[in-house]
């Protein structure tokens, strides 16, 4: 019996080494989609190196925003369910609510800001919550 065990895990090592190398068109298509995702970033990010103060903060903030709604705009696109629209929804109104938050660092009356934006980031995921499944879930 102890021939068959070597043999066994060979192939069953080889059956998975297959599996592992032979990725769907769509898998294949999606990693590309994250790298061009991630290229992006990196490019936005390197643009934002030049500037100074708020404005390098908000660029930032942008920056990944970007990032973050063109990951989950890949994942609907892939996964067509509700649960993935609905994240799509909820990382758009993350993503705008976050350049909110930075661009009140500049404003006068900063608190109103924030107050302003938390409130237009609540209705957008209270609307991302409806399309989606009844409540809005982090």
């Known amino acids: 019996m102890p021939f068959k065990m070597p043999s066994v895990a060979a192939a069953l090592a080889l059956a998975l080494a297959a599996t592992a190398q032979a990725q769907s068109p769509d898998r294949k298509a999606k990693d590309a989609g994250q790298e061009r995702i991630e290229a992006a970033y990196e490019a936005d990010k390197a643009r934002c190196e030049a500037m100074d103060g708020n404005a390098h903060e908000v660029c930032e903030a942008e920056a990944k925003a970007k990032q973050k709604v063109a990951k989950a705009e890949l994942d609907a696109r892939h996964d067509t369910s509700p649960r993935a629209r609905r994240k799509l929804e909820e990382a758009r109104a993350e993503a ?43």
């Open 96 to 138: 705008e609510y976050d350049v909110a938050k930075q661009r009140c660092e500049a404003n006068k009356d900063a608190s109103v800001c924030r107050k302003e934006a938390k409130a237009r980031y609540d209705r957008a995921r209270a609307a991302a919550g409806a399309s989606g499944s009844g409540a809005a879930q982090k």
